[in-house]
C-alpha cells in the first residue's frame, strides 16, 4: 500500500528541526505565552475595567429590554450584523456586566491569553519554544490591547482575534472542518474575518496533497454562506454604516494611497504603543529600532547559516506579512476615525514575521525588540485617576486613556444615582448639566439610565432643555465639577429653578429679586457638595448685593462662589471692583490677572484691568 505524500524541504545548513514539544500543562514556553498577559493587565491597573459605557448601552438595552431576540438584525447596532458579538454575548454576559464589570474583564484578559496560547501552539511544531513564545506574545505586549481587556464591546475584535487564530491553529493542524466552524465564528464577530479565510490555506505545515485546496474551498463556501445571509439582513434590518464611509465622506480629496499610507503608519505606532500623533519617545524608538533593524542586516550579510534559516523560515514570514497587510490595511476605510485596538489581530502577523525574521539573524535580536516593546508599554498614558474636564488629543478618536475616562465617569454619575435613587419612578427624567467635553457619547443617548434601572422609559434630559422649559418633571440633575471630588453631585430642580429665575431678575435687573432667589436657590439645594451649582447660587446673590450697594455682603458673597467653585465667571470681576474701591488696587489687579488667564475672551475683566492699570481713579 502507497505511503501518503507529504510535503518535505531539504535540509538547509545551519538549520535543525526543532525539539519536540512537552504536553502543554508542562511546557514552560507555553506558561510564558500565557502569561504575557500579566504585563498588559499591570498596565490596567487603576481603570474601572469592564464598565459599560456608549455603544454597550445599545446592545444591553437590546439584550435586556426589548424582548428581541432575533439574531438576524443589528442587536441594537444601526451599522452591522455581528450576531455573536452583539446579540449572543450581550444576552449572556449582560447581567455580569451591569452588576460585576470587572469580572466581564477578567474572562476578556483570560481569552487574551487563550489566543497567546493557540498561537504558540500553531507555531510549536516548527519553532524553538523560545521564538514560538516570543511571537505568541508579541501582540499582547502593545498598550491599545488593553481595550481589549477594558471594554465590553471590544469582544467584537476579541472575538475576531480569538476565532481567527483558532481557525489558523486548526489549519496548521489539518482539520478543515473545526477550521471552518471557527472562521464562521469570527466572521459573525467582525466582517474582518473575511482574512483570516484567505490566510488559512497558507499555514505552514506537512499537509496532505490537496489539503490546502480543501481547506481553500471550505473557507470560500463559509464567506460565501455568511456573506448571502449578511446582504440580506442588512437590507431587511437597514443596517448603514456610519460617518457614511460608505460613500466616502470625511475623506474628500485624500487619495486612496494616502488613506492606506495612513492606516499603515498609524498601526505600525499602535504596535509599539504610540500614539497616533508624534511622541516626545520618537526620537529614541527610533534609534533603537533602527539599531536592531541594523543588526539584523549585518547578521543576514555575514552569517550563511542565518540565511539558510531566513530561507527555511520564509513561509512564516510570508504568512505573517500577509496577516498583517490583510488586518491594517481595512483601517483605510476609516479614514480619519482612528481606534488603535484595531492594530491587535494585525499585530499577530507582525509578530511571527517579525520574530522568524529576527530570530534567523540572531537570537539575541526579538529579546531587544520585547524590551523595546516593554519599555514602550511601560511609559505609555496611564489610566486617569480622576474624570478631567478636557483630554488629550493623541490622534485616536478613543484610546485606553480616553476610554478609561469615560468609564470612570459612568461609574461615578452610576454610583451616585444609585446612592440617592436606589429605584427610580416610572418615566422619570434626569438632567445632565455641566458634562466633560466629549462625554456625551458615553451615555449612549437615554440607554445608560434605562440599563442601570432595567426600565426603558427613563430618560436624559439635556440642560438647555430644562432651562428652557423648567416646568418639565426632572426628578434630579446630575453635576460634573472637576476641581474636587466628588466629580458628580445632584442639584435639586426646584434649586435650579430658582437659579433660573434670579438669572431672569438679573436680565431684567430686578436686584432685589435676584437676591431673593439666589437665597432660595441656595436654601433649596439639600446636597451641599454640589460646589458647582451653590457657587453659581453665591453669584446670583453677589449680583444682588454689588447692584444694591451693599458691598460688604457682595465680597462676602464673592468669596465663598470662589472657595466653592474657583472657576466662576463671575466672582473674581465683582471681587476685583470691591477691591478697588477699599484702596487695594494690587490685589484687584492680581484677581483680574487671574480671571483673564481662565477665561481670557472676558472682554469686562479685560477692560476693567487696562483701566485699573492706566492709574486712573
Known amino acids: ?5 507529504t510535503e518535505r524541504r531539504a535540509p538547509q545548513p545551519g538549520v535543525s528541526a526543532p525539539p519536540a514539544a512537552p504536553p502543554t500543562w508542562r511546557d514552560p514556553w507555553a506558561w510564558a505565552s500565557v502569561l504575557a498577559v500579566v504585563p ?18 445599545d446592545f ?12 438576524l438584525d443589528g442587536g441594537g447596532s444601526t451599522a452591522f450584523w455581528r450576531p455573536l458579538a452583539h446579540q449572543a454575548y450581550y444576552r449572556t454576559l449582560g447581567p455580569l456586566i451591569i452588576a460585576h464589570p470587572g469580572a466581564v474583564a477578567a474572562i476578556h484578559a483570560a481569552l487574551l491569553a487563550l489566543c497567546a496560547l493557540l498561537i504558540y501552539r500553531t507555531l510549536r511544531p516548527s519553532w524553538p519554544g523560545r521564538a514560538a513564545a516570543l511571537a505568541a506574545g508579541f501582540p499582547l505586549f502593545a498598550e491599545s490591547a488593553r481595550q481589549l481587556v477594558a471594554w465590553p464591546t471590544q469582544f467584537v475584535d476579541l472575538g475576531l482575534l480569538l476565532f481567527s487564530v483558532l481557525a489558523v491553529h486548526e489549519a496548521s493542524r489539518r482539520r478543515p472542518w473545526t477550521a471552518c466552524a471557527a472562521l464562521a465564528a469570527a466572521l459573525l464577530c467582525k466582517e474582518l474575518a473575511v482574512a483570516t479565510a484567505l490566510l488559512m490555506p497558507l499555514v505552514p505545515g506537512p499537509h496532505r496533497r490537496g489539503e490546502r485546496i480543501r481547506i481553500a474551498l471550505g473557507a470560500a463556501c463559509v464567506v460565501a454562506v455568511w456573506g448571502a445571509i449578511y446582504l440580506v439582513v442588512r437590507g431587511h434590518a437597514h443596517l448603514e454604516l456610519p460617518h457614511g464611509i460608505e460613500h466616502g465622506k470625511g475623506a474628500e480629496g485624500i487619495s486612496w494611497l494616502a488613506r492606506e499610507g495612513w492606516a499603515f503608519a498609524a498601526t505600525l505606532r499602535a504596535v509599539m504603543s504610540q500614539p497616533r500623533l508624534p511622541s516626545p519617545h520618537d526620537l529614541w524608538l527610533s534609534v533603537a529600532l533602527g539599531a536592531i533593524a541594523a543588526g539584523a542586516v549585518i547578521a543576514l550579510a555575514i552569517s550563511a547559516a542565518a540565511r539558510a534559516r531566513l530561507r527555511a523560515a520564509r513561509g512564516w514570514i510570508v504568512v505573517g506579512v500577509a496577516w498583517f497587510v490583510l488586518y491594517a490595511a481595512p483601517s483605510a476605510l476609516m479614514y480619519p476615525f482612528w481606534a488603535p485596538s484595531r492594530n491587535v489581530i494585525g499585530a499577530v502577523g507582525l509578530g511571527i514575521a517579525a520574530t522568524a525574521t529576527l530570530e534567523a539573524a540572531h537570537p539575541a535580536l526579538p529579546l531587544a525588540l520585547l524590551a523595546v516593546r516593554v ?6 498614558p496611564s489610566a486617569p485617576a480622576r474624570v478631567s474636564p478636557e483630554v488629550a488629543d493623541r490622534g485616536a478618536f478613543i484610546d485606553f486613556e480616553r476610554l478609561s475616562r469615560l468609564q ?9 444615582l444609585a446612592e440617592s435613587y436606589p429605584r427610580m419612578p416610572g418615566g422619570a427624567q434626569v438632567c445632565q448639566f455641566n458634562l ?6 458615553a451615555f449612549g443617548g437615554d440607554h445608560a439610565l434605562s440599563v442601570w434601572y432595567r426600565d426603558s422609559t427613563l430618560h436624559w ?17 446630575f453635576q460634573y465639577q472637576s476641581h474636587r471630588p466628588p466629580a458628580i453631585a445632584l442639584v435639586d430642580p426646584d434649586a435650579f429653578r430658582a437659579y433660573h429665575l434670579s438669572k431672569a431678575a438679573i436680565g431684567r435687573r430686578a436686584w432685589q429679586d435676584a437676591l431673593m432667589f439666589g437665597t432660595r436657590a441656595d436654601s433649596l439645594q439639600r446636597d451641599r457638595t454640589a460646589q458647582v451649582f451653590l457657587a453659581m447660587a453665591a453669584a446670583c446673590r453677589l449680583n444682588g448685593y454689588a447692584f444694591l450697594d451693599r458691598r460688604e455682603e457682595g465680597e462676602r458673597e464673592a468669596r465663598l462662589a470662589l472657595a466653592l467653585w474657583p472657576e466662576e465667571p463671575n466672582a473674581r470681576y465683582f471681587l476685583a471692583a470691591f477691591l478697588d474701591m477699599r484702596g487695594e488696587r494690587a490685589l484687584a489687579i492680581a484677581q483680574l490677572d487671574s480671571q483673564l488667564v481662565i477665561y481670557p475672551e472676558d472682554r469686562e475683566s479685560a477692560a476693567l484691568l487696562e483701566h485699573l492699570k492706566s492709574g486712573a481713579p
Open 408 to 416: 470612570l465617569l459612568m461609574r461615578q454619575v452610576r454610583a451616585r
Open 461 to 477: 434630559v439635556r440642560y438647555d432643555a430644562f432651562r428652557a422649559h423648567p416646568e418639565m418633571n426632572v426628578t434630579t440633575v
Open 40 to 57: 498588559l493587565l499591570v498596565r490596567c491597573i487603576g481603570a474601572p475595567l469592564g464598565e459599560p459605557v456608549a455603544e454597550d448601552f
Open 1 to 5: 500500500m502507497p505511503r501518503p505524500v
Open 60 to 71: 444591553l438595552r437590546a439584550a435586556l429590554l426589548t424582548g428581541n431576540h432575533s439574531l
Open 436 to 441: 466633560p467635553l466629549m462625554s456625551e457619547y
Open 375 to 380: 519599555v514602550t508599554l511601560a511609559i505609555s
